[in-house]
């Protein structure tokens, strides 16, 4: 965005001219790892009013898109943190105990959905750092060369939690039921 285009323009229309772009992939982005559609659209909501509120300069930043990322992130983990450390949360989250599969289904589509279920249930237990590189990776499409920028990590480290994360998920859909093993991620 050119600094042209921002001038003579009110505080709120500059701000709407450079985050309007990245509202879609923000809310994919934060939907992938809360899991939730409502949690999601709560994060990225939150996430804009504290950048508005702080009277954030976006234009001046040299990639607004990697930033927005990054903050949705961190507030991701602000806010996972608060919740690990609730030991009221913990009651309930033993896992997949509410997405089992019916066995013996007609459908095959059917059982597909329920593992996909499952899977996400997996994904969810995941630590944030472990499931931001699989949704990136994985699902998004990204390529260790791009989350190296985007993440600020070097590739080392990349691709050695890239193969926890996968081992993890492995395990805990193993443990789970050995069909989810067949699913493959598509980019």
């Not at 990225?44 to 949705?72: F, G, H, I, P, T």
């Amino acid at each position: 965005m050119k600094v042209a285009q921002l001038f003579g323009r009110s505080k709120r229309q500059r701000f709407e001219i450079l985050v309007k772009p990245h509202l879609q992939r923000l809310y994919a982005r934060a939907y992938r790892l809360t899991l939730s559609e409502q949690q999601a659209e709560d994060l990225v909501q939150e996430m804009l009013m504290n950048l508005y509120a702080k009277n954030q300069d976006l234009s001046a930043l040299k990639d607004v898109r990697s930033w927005l990322m990054r903050s949705l992130y961190n507030l991701y983990v602000d806010h996972w943190r608060k919740w690990q450390n609730n030991p009221l949360n913990h009651l309930d989250a033993q896992g997949c105990d509410e997405v089992q599969a019916v066995q013996n289904t007609p459908s095959e589509q059917y059982e597909h959905a329920q593992s996909l279920g499952q899977l996400e249930i997996a994904l969810g237990q995941l630590s944030p750092e472990h499931r931001q590189l699989i949704v990136m990776h994985d699902m998004e499409g990204y390529t260790l060369n791009e989350l190296v920028t985007e993440l600020a990590t070097p590739i080392g480290t990349l691709k050695s939690r890239l193969h926890r994360a996968r081992a993890k998920l492995r395990k805990m859909c193993l443990d789970r039921e050995p069909s989810l093993t067949e699913i493959r991620v598509v980019k």
